[in-house]
Nanobody, 119 residues
Framework: QVQLVESGGGLVQAGGSLRLSCTASQSSRSFDFMSWYRQAPGNQRDFIASITSGGTTSYADSLKGRFTISRDNAKNTLYLQMNSLKPEDTAVYYC?????????????WGQGTQVTVSS
């Protein structure tokens, strides 16, 4: 059973920074791509950024420039560096991993980590 465990969330003042981590229970190289999403209360889960096994990144337009996704395959860990945080960034942040096994798409999610940005 593949597990993804997020960490690094917490309370930060507006303008501050946080780095989220997501550690996989197996080699992160086994994922075709990994992503970060977030969900604020009453809202849908929104895409933040993704990174392929080859290192190609993609970002939500509204977050480009403030958030940076990266991965360290040696540590089986995905990161999200968040800078210039705003109160509207307050949400639960989720790690996601996608792989294809025997021709079937498999998606895995972490349990989420709360990020609260105070004004």
């Amino acid at each position: 059973q593949v597990q993804l465990v997020e960490s690094g969330g917490g309370l930060v003042q507006a303008g501050g920074s946080l780095r989220l981590s997501c550690t996989a229970s197996q080699s992160s190289r086994s994922f075709d791509f990994m992503s970060w999403y977030r969900q604020a209360p009453g809202n849908q889960r929104d895409f933040i950024a993704s990174i392929t096994s080859g290192g190609t990144t993609s970002y939500a337009d509204s977050l480009k420039g403030r958030f940076t996704i990266s991965r360290d395959n040696a540590k089986n860990t995905l990161y999200l560096q968040m800078n210039s945080l705003k109160p509207e960034d307050t949400a639960v942040y989720y790690c996601h991993g996608h792989m294809r096994i025997l021709g079937k798409d498999q998606d895995y999610w972490g349990q989420g980590t709360q990020v609260t940005v105070s004004s």
